[in-house]
């Protein structure tokens, strides 16, 4: 069975850091794109950040440029998210989520960061920057 397994997450002030991970299971990430969404109360699912595991280029949304960043390790299994500067805006349920496209490029999946475009996805994790 394909899952994907976040951890990471919880409680920080305003201006804290937090990082999540993904971790895939029952298969290699190699030619996805894996992305971080996330979702607050209320309010419809949001693209935060992409990354094309074959050669590590990232795409992140402008209300995170900045401030958070996406990378995998080299041995392309885990995908992280580090988050700094963190504002109350951001809290949310955050999930990972991974595509292997057939008709679009990684990068076309990547630009556009859709949730309609990602088949797998993580559990979520909660982030929460208490106003």
């Known amino acids: 069975q394909l899952q994907l397994v976040e951890s990471g997450g919880g409680e920080v002030n305003t201006g804290g850091s937090l990082a999540l991970s993904c971790t895939p299971s029952g298969f290699t990430l190699d030619y996805y794109g894996v992305a971080w969404f996330r979702q607050a109360p209320g309010k419809e699912r949001e693209g935060v950040s992409c990354i094309r595991i074959r050669d590590g280029k990232t795409y992140s949304s402008d209300s995170v440029k900045g401030r958070f960043i996406i990378s995998r390790d080299n041995a392309k299994k885990t995908v992280y998210l580090q988050m700094n500067n963190l504002k109350p805006d951001d809290t949310a349920v955050y999930y990972c989520?991974?595509?292997?496209?057939?008709?679009?490029?990684?990068?076309?999946?990547?630009?556009?960061?859709?949730?309609?475009?990602?088949?797998?996805w993580g559990q979520g994790t909660q982030v929460t920057v208490p106003s």
């Open positions: 989520a991974a595509e292997l496209p057939s008709l679009d490029t990684v990068q076309e999946l990547c630009t556009r960061l859709s949730p309609a475009d990602f088949g797998l």
